[in-house]
């Protein structure tokens, strides 16, 4: 595989969470603004146990899988990010045209952060399960809920910001291998 290849990838992955993201917002509007981080964190907790609870289970009773859950992941974390970005802004709503700029900003730096990780990582996300970058998305999440419990204090640990980006990447890592199977 190539860095190439995986850039491809991730930019696909990236616009179909993008446009979901967009026509959501036509839908409904920024109304997401009103959510504190804790509860976006609590969302985005609720989409990773239900992934990891429907591959323990191989059962789906509400009939949609897991791929609506790792997108529904990228775009909370990207909210989050956002949430971050306009802390003090306290806009409930957004015009579109600009919650698209914030968007890319956003996800300009989760993919930088991506090629500079998988450059010293070697691509080593592709020989992982797709069960194993759950339970990290998990951890990652465990860990955010802790740094927001400690109201952002950390003493040697990265801030939220990063963990959102992480999961991010685990999140699209998980999508191109879906996609691939």
Same mark, same amino acid.
């Given at each position: 595989?190539?860095?190439? *290849?995986? %850039?491809? /990838?991730?930019? &696909?992955?990236?616009?179909?969470? *993008?446009?979901?993201?967009?026509?959501?917002n036509?839908?409904?509007?920024?109304?997401?603004? +009103?959510?504190?981080?804790?509860?976006?964190?609590? $969302?985005?907790?609720? *989409?990773? @146990?239900?992934?990891?609870?429907? $591959? /323990? =289970?191989?059962?789906?009773?509400?009939? %949609?899988?897991?791929? !609506? %859950?790792?997108?529904? +992941?990228?775009?909370?974390?990207?909210?989050?990010?956002?949430?971050?970005?306009?802390?003090? &802004? =306290?806009?409930?709503?957004? !015009? =579109? &045209?600009?919650?698209e700029?914030?968007y890319?900003?956003?996800?300009?730096?989760?993919?930088?952060?991506?090629?500079? *990780?998988?450059?010293?990582?070697? /691509?080593?996300?592709?020989?992982?399960?797709?069960?194993?970058m759950?339970?990290?998305?998990?951890?990652k999440?465990?860990?955010?809920?802790?740094? /927001? &419990?400690? @109201?952002?204090?950390?003493?040697?640990?990265?801030?939220?910001?990063?963990?959102?980006?992480?999961?991010?990447?685990?999140?699209?890592?998980?999508?191109?291998?879906?996609?691939?199977?």
């Open positions: 595989m190539t860095v190439a *290849k995986t %850039e491809t /990838e991730y930019r &696909d992955i990236v616009q179909r969470c *993008k446009s979901l993201f967009l026509k959501k036509q839908d409904y509007g920024t109304a997401w603004r +009103i959510l504190r981080l804790p509860s976006i964190t609590d $969302q985005l907790f609720i *989409k990773a @146990q239900r992934i990891r609870t429907l $591959q /323990e =289970t191989g059962v789906s009773k509400v009939g %949609e899988g897991v791929e !609506p %859950e790792f997108v529904g +992941i990228v775009n909370y974390c990207v909210m989050a990010l956002i949430q971050l970005q306009l802390r003090g &802004d =306290t806009r409930t709503d957004i !015009p =579109t &045209d600009e919650l700029a914030l890319d900003q956003q996800m300009g730096q989760v993919m930088d952060l991506l090629f500079a *990780k998988n450059h010293d990582y070697g /691509e080593a996300w592709r020989s992982m399960r797709i069960s194993s759950t339970d990290i998305i998990l951890m999440l465990l860990r955010t809920k802790q740094i /927001e &419990d400690n @109201q952002g204090n950390t003493l040697v640990s990265e801030g939220v910001d990063a963990n959102y980006m992480d999961m991010i990447n685990y999140a699209v890592f998980c999508l191109i291998k879906m996609q691939a199977e």
